[in-house]
């Protein structure tokens, strides 16, 4: 049983920074992936960060330059740095890995539980 647990949400003022991160804890071989992602009430969950392998990442264009993800295998862990935060970036946030238990396995994902991100104007 692989599990991703999410901390760090919180209410910030816009223009504040907040760190999320999410462990994933169980039987793994190999992580490929670590992501995020957010959504609002009623609309799709949208693309935030995503970071491949040692270092390559990609971003949001609504994110760029605001935002950091980076990961920490030896934990299974991967970060979200969030800086010069808008109102508009509250949502609740879901991290996502890809990742394979044994070595003869495919790559499954896997979500978090989703923490909640609140920037007042």
């Known amino acids: 049983q692989v599990q991703l647990v999410e901390s760090g949400g919180g209410l910030v003022q816009a223009g504040g920074s907040l760190t999320l991160s999410c462990t994933a804890s169980g039987t793994i071989y190999e992580i490929s992936t670590m992501g995020w992602y957010r959504q609002t009430p009623g609309n799709q969950r949208d693309f935030v960060a995503i970071?491949?392998?040692?270092?390559?990442?990609e971003y949001a264009d609504s994110v760029k330059g605001r935002f950091t993800i980076s990961r920490h295998n030896v934990t299974n862990t991967v970060y979200l740095e969030m800086s010069s935060l808008k109102p508009e970036d509250t949502a609740v946030y879901y991290c996502h890995m890809a990742l394979k238990r044994e070595i003869t396995e495919s790559y499954y994902h896997y979500w978090g539980q989703g923490t909640q991100v609140s920037v007042s104007s």
């Open positions: 970071i491949i392998g040692k270092d390559n990442t």
